[in-house]
Protein backbone atom coordinates (compact mmCIF):
# COMPACT_ATOMS: atom_id res chain seq x y z
CA UNK A 1 0.00 0.00 0.00
CA UNK A 2 2.63 2.15 1.24
CA UNK A 3 5.60 0.05 0.77
CA UNK A 4 6.73 -2.29 -2.01
CA UNK A 5 7.64 -5.61 -0.60
CA UNK A 6 11.35 -5.14 -0.88
CA UNK A 7 11.10 -1.89 0.99
CA UNK A 8 9.36 -4.02 3.34
CA UNK A 9 11.87 -6.94 3.18
CA UNK A 10 14.66 -4.05 4.01
CA UNK A 11 12.83 -2.47 6.96
CA UNK A 12 11.37 -5.28 9.20
CA UNK A 13 14.29 -7.32 8.40
CA UNK A 14 12.39 -10.43 7.43
CA UNK A 15 11.78 -12.75 4.39
CA UNK A 16 9.28 -12.22 1.54
CA UNK A 17 8.85 -15.76 2.84
CA UNK A 18 7.82 -15.11 6.50
CA UNK A 19 5.80 -11.70 5.59
CA UNK A 20 3.90 -14.34 3.31
CA UNK A 21 3.47 -16.74 6.16
CA UNK A 22 2.33 -13.71 8.42
CA UNK A 23 -0.11 -12.63 6.24
CA UNK A 24 -1.57 -16.00 5.94
CA UNK A 25 -2.29 -16.85 9.23
CA UNK A 26 -3.16 -13.74 9.83
CA UNK A 27 -6.31 -14.01 7.17
CA UNK A 28 -7.18 -18.11 8.48
CA UNK A 29 -7.13 -16.84 12.00
CA UNK A 30 -9.40 -13.65 10.99
CA UNK A 31 -11.61 -16.14 9.78
CA UNK A 32 -11.26 -18.19 12.63
CA UNK A 33 -11.84 -15.92 14.91
CA UNK A 34 -15.02 -14.33 13.52
CA UNK A 35 -16.45 -17.88 13.40
CA UNK A 36 -15.61 -18.02 17.14
CA UNK A 37 -17.48 -14.59 17.89
CA UNK A 38 -20.68 -14.89 16.23
CA UNK A 39 -20.49 -18.57 17.50
CA UNK A 40 -20.66 -20.15 14.92
CA UNK A 41 -17.74 -22.34 15.88
CA UNK A 42 -17.65 -24.09 19.11
CA UNK A 43 -14.02 -24.37 20.05
CA UNK A 44 -11.41 -22.91 22.67
CA UNK A 45 -9.64 -20.03 22.02
CA UNK A 46 -6.32 -21.97 21.64
CA UNK A 47 -7.87 -23.69 18.50
CA UNK A 48 -8.61 -20.60 16.95
CA UNK A 49 -4.74 -19.15 17.72
CA UNK A 50 -3.41 -21.87 16.04
CA UNK A 51 -2.83 -20.67 12.63
CA UNK A 52 -0.51 -17.61 14.42
CA UNK A 53 1.35 -20.29 16.55
CA UNK A 54 1.86 -22.36 13.30
CA UNK A 55 2.95 -19.71 11.28
CA UNK A 56 5.57 -18.63 14.82
CA UNK A 57 6.66 -22.31 14.71
CA UNK A 58 7.24 -22.30 10.82
CA UNK A 59 9.29 -18.92 10.90
CA UNK A 60 11.35 -20.04 13.68
CA UNK A 61 12.01 -23.31 11.70
CA UNK A 62 12.81 -20.98 9.08
CA UNK A 63 14.94 -19.17 11.36
CA UNK A 64 17.11 -22.22 12.31
CA UNK A 65 17.60 -22.86 9.01
CA UNK A 66 19.12 -19.79 7.80
CA UNK A 67 21.36 -19.83 10.56
CA UNK A 68 22.64 -23.29 9.85
CA UNK A 69 23.11 -21.83 5.56
CA UNK A 70 24.83 -18.88 6.97
CA UNK A 71 27.08 -20.19 9.13
CA UNK A 72 28.18 -22.71 6.36
CA UNK A 73 28.66 -20.63 3.51
CA UNK A 74 29.76 -16.95 5.79
CA UNK A 75 30.43 -17.25 9.32
CA UNK A 76 29.60 -17.75 12.97
CA UNK A 77 28.83 -13.76 13.56
CA UNK A 78 26.87 -12.62 10.47
CA UNK A 79 24.65 -15.82 11.01
CA UNK A 80 24.27 -15.42 14.69
CA UNK A 81 23.41 -11.02 14.73
CA UNK A 82 20.80 -12.38 11.57
CA UNK A 83 19.49 -15.34 14.41
CA UNK A 84 19.08 -12.88 17.00
CA UNK A 85 17.18 -10.22 15.59
CA UNK A 86 14.50 -12.42 13.81
CA UNK A 87 14.79 -14.77 16.90
CA UNK A 88 14.08 -11.51 19.01
CA UNK A 89 11.22 -10.25 17.08
CA UNK A 90 9.52 -13.75 16.74
CA UNK A 91 9.77 -14.44 20.27
CA UNK A 92 8.33 -10.84 21.19
CA UNK A 93 4.81 -11.76 18.79
CA UNK A 94 4.67 -14.96 20.53
CA UNK A 95 4.60 -13.74 23.66
CA UNK A 96 1.72 -11.15 22.44
CA UNK A 97 -0.43 -13.61 21.12
CA UNK A 98 0.36 -16.32 23.82
CA UNK A 99 -0.46 -13.13 26.56
CA UNK A 100 -3.79 -12.43 24.07
CA UNK A 101 -4.73 -16.12 23.84
CA UNK A 102 -4.73 -16.10 27.87
CA UNK A 103 -6.20 -12.99 27.93
CA UNK A 104 -9.63 -14.06 25.83
CA UNK A 105 -9.88 -17.69 27.65
CA UNK A 106 -9.86 -15.81 30.59
CA UNK A 107 -7.34 -18.12 31.78
CA UNK A 108 -5.26 -14.67 33.21
CA UNK A 109 -6.44 -11.77 34.81
CA UNK A 110 -4.09 -9.26 32.92
CA UNK A 111 -5.00 -6.05 31.69
CA UNK A 112 -4.59 -5.00 28.07
CA UNK A 113 -1.64 -3.04 28.86
CA UNK A 114 0.15 -5.90 29.99
CA UNK A 115 -1.13 -8.34 26.24
CA UNK A 116 0.78 -5.28 24.14
CA UNK A 117 3.73 -5.09 26.30
CA UNK A 118 5.80 -7.19 23.89
CA UNK A 119 4.35 -5.29 20.83
CA UNK A 120 5.37 -1.79 22.37
CA UNK A 121 8.67 -3.25 23.07
CA UNK A 122 8.58 -4.56 18.81
CA UNK A 123 7.93 -1.20 17.79
CA UNK A 124 10.60 0.40 19.43
CA UNK A 125 12.99 -2.57 17.95
CA UNK A 126 10.98 -1.32 14.34
CA UNK A 127 11.92 2.01 14.60
CA UNK A 128 15.39 1.22 15.03
CA UNK A 129 15.18 -0.98 11.71
CA UNK A 130 13.57 2.22 9.99
CA UNK A 131 16.22 4.77 11.10
CA UNK A 132 18.69 2.31 9.58
CA UNK A 133 16.73 2.18 6.29
CA UNK A 134 18.48 4.06 2.99
CA UNK B 1 9.09 11.02 0.45
CA UNK B 2 12.09 8.31 0.97
CA UNK B 3 11.67 4.83 2.83
CA UNK B 4 12.96 5.96 5.93
CA UNK B 5 10.08 9.11 5.95
CA UNK B 6 7.46 6.35 4.97
CA UNK B 7 8.75 3.86 7.51
CA UNK B 8 9.01 6.38 10.66
CA UNK B 9 5.74 7.95 9.71
CA UNK B 10 4.09 4.04 9.64
CA UNK B 11 6.26 3.53 13.18
CA UNK B 12 4.32 6.48 14.81
CA UNK B 13 1.11 6.26 13.49
CA UNK B 14 1.20 2.51 14.57
CA UNK B 15 2.14 3.24 18.16
CA UNK B 16 -0.21 6.20 18.69
CA UNK B 17 -2.59 4.04 17.47
CA UNK B 18 -1.76 1.43 20.18
CA UNK B 19 -1.22 3.74 22.69
CA UNK B 20 -5.20 4.85 22.38
CA UNK B 21 -6.09 1.30 21.88
CA UNK B 22 -5.06 0.36 25.21
CA UNK B 23 -6.00 3.40 26.96
CA UNK B 24 -9.25 2.74 25.76
CA UNK B 25 -9.90 -0.81 26.17
CA UNK B 26 -7.94 -0.52 29.57
CA UNK B 27 -10.87 1.83 30.36
CA UNK B 28 -8.54 4.83 31.07
CA UNK B 29 -10.26 6.54 28.28
CA UNK B 30 -13.62 7.32 27.30
CA UNK B 31 -13.30 8.27 24.05
CA UNK B 32 -15.40 7.41 20.87
CA UNK B 33 -13.90 4.59 18.87
CA UNK B 34 -13.78 7.15 15.52
CA UNK B 35 -11.70 9.47 18.10
CA UNK B 36 -9.64 6.28 19.13
CA UNK B 37 -9.04 5.30 15.44
CA UNK B 38 -7.32 8.83 14.62
CA UNK B 39 -3.91 8.19 14.11
CA UNK B 40 -5.24 5.63 11.34
CA UNK B 41 -7.59 8.14 9.74
CA UNK B 42 -4.22 10.39 9.36
CA UNK B 43 -2.20 7.71 8.03
CA UNK B 44 -4.85 6.93 5.62
CA UNK B 45 -5.51 10.83 4.46
CA UNK B 46 -1.79 10.38 3.71
CA UNK B 47 -1.55 7.20 2.08
CA UNK B 48 -4.44 8.35 -0.32
CA UNK B 49 -3.03 12.06 -1.17
CA UNK B 50 0.66 10.52 -1.82
CA UNK B 51 -0.78 7.86 -3.89
CA UNK B 52 -3.38 10.23 -5.74
CA UNK B 53 -1.07 13.20 -6.49
CA UNK B 54 1.93 10.38 -7.68
CA UNK B 55 -0.68 8.88 -9.95
CA UNK B 56 -1.24 11.72 -11.40
CA UNK B 57 2.07 13.11 -12.05
CA UNK B 58 3.08 8.98 -13.37
CA UNK B 59 -0.29 10.09 -15.88
CA UNK B 60 1.20 13.48 -16.65
CA UNK B 61 4.60 12.37 -17.26
CA UNK B 62 4.48 9.03 -18.55
CA UNK B 63 6.72 7.54 -16.27
CA UNK B 64 7.06 6.82 -12.40
CA UNK B 65 9.04 10.54 -10.64
CA UNK B 66 11.29 8.47 -8.48
CA UNK B 67 12.20 6.43 -11.44
CA UNK B 68 11.53 2.91 -9.73
CA UNK B 69 9.29 -0.07 -11.22
CA UNK B 70 6.13 0.43 -9.72
CA UNK B 71 3.40 0.60 -13.04
CA UNK B 72 0.43 2.32 -12.75
CA UNK B 73 -1.78 -0.38 -12.29
CA UNK B 74 0.34 -1.59 -9.39
CA UNK B 75 -0.53 2.29 -7.81
CA UNK B 76 -4.27 1.84 -8.65
CA UNK B 77 -4.31 -1.37 -6.81
CA UNK B 78 -2.45 0.74 -3.53
CA UNK B 79 -4.91 2.78 -3.66
CA UNK B 80 -7.40 0.18 -3.44
CA UNK B 81 -6.03 -0.93 -0.79
CA UNK B 82 -6.03 2.06 0.92
CA UNK B 83 -9.54 2.59 0.03
CA UNK B 84 -10.43 -0.94 1.50
CA UNK B 85 -8.72 -0.60 4.79
CA UNK B 86 -10.71 2.68 5.02
CA UNK B 87 -13.92 0.79 5.05
CA UNK B 88 -12.81 -1.77 7.12
CA UNK B 89 -12.05 0.92 10.11
CA UNK B 90 -15.24 2.82 9.30
CA UNK B 91 -17.30 -0.31 9.65
CA UNK B 92 -15.80 -1.44 12.87
CA UNK B 93 -15.89 2.20 14.44
CA UNK B 94 -19.63 1.79 13.76
CA UNK B 95 -19.85 -1.85 14.83
CA UNK B 96 -18.25 -0.80 18.51
CA UNK B 97 -19.79 2.84 18.42
CA UNK B 98 -22.95 2.22 17.57
CA UNK B 99 -24.55 -0.15 15.94
CA UNK B 100 -23.47 -3.21 17.91
CA UNK B 101 -26.10 -5.61 15.74
CA UNK B 102 -24.29 -5.12 12.79
CA UNK B 103 -22.06 -8.85 11.98
CA UNK B 104 -19.04 -8.91 12.33
CA UNK B 105 -18.73 -11.01 9.31
CA UNK B 106 -19.93 -8.17 7.37
CA UNK B 107 -17.60 -5.68 8.63
CA UNK B 108 -15.05 -8.25 8.03
CA UNK B 109 -15.71 -8.47 4.11
CA UNK B 110 -13.21 -5.43 3.08
CA UNK B 111 -10.73 -6.98 5.57
CA UNK B 112 -10.81 -10.25 3.98
CA UNK B 113 -10.14 -9.27 0.28
CA UNK B 114 -7.46 -6.76 1.69
CA UNK B 115 -6.02 -9.82 3.28
CA UNK B 116 -6.54 -12.43 0.30
CA UNK B 117 -4.79 -10.20 -1.89
CA UNK B 118 -1.73 -8.94 0.38
CA UNK B 119 -1.23 -12.64 0.93
CA UNK B 120 -1.54 -13.01 -3.40
CA UNK B 121 0.64 -10.02 -3.88
CA UNK B 122 3.48 -10.85 -1.38
CA UNK B 123 3.04 -14.58 -3.28
CA UNK B 124 3.75 -13.04 -6.92
CA UNK B 125 6.43 -10.92 -5.30
CA UNK B 126 8.36 -14.37 -3.90
CA UNK B 127 7.93 -16.44 -6.97
CA UNK B 128 9.63 -13.20 -8.79
CA UNK B 129 12.21 -13.16 -6.61
CA UNK B 130 13.07 -16.79 -6.89
CA UNK B 131 13.28 -16.40 -10.91
CA UNK B 132 15.87 -13.94 -10.24
Known sequence: MFFTLQELVRWLRMTAFELWLH?????????????????????????????????????????????????????IKVASVRFLTSGLSLVLLFLFKLLLCQRLSAQRDISVSEVMGPMFVLLQIIMVRACRVH | MAVIHRALF??????????????KLDGKINWNWFLIFIPLWVFDAVVVIYLTVNMIIHCKNGYDRN?????????????A????????????????????????????????????????????????????
Open chain 2, 10 to 23: TWFTTLDFLIFLVL
Open chain 1, 23 to 75: AVSVLVFSILAVLKYEQDLAVSWWVVFIPLFTCDGLSAYFCVIVLIRQYMEHD
Open chain 2, 81 to 132: CAVLKMVFQVLLCLKLQYVQSLSLYFVMIPFWILATGAAGDIFKGLVLINRR
Open chain 2, 67 to 79: HSDLSLRRKGWFL
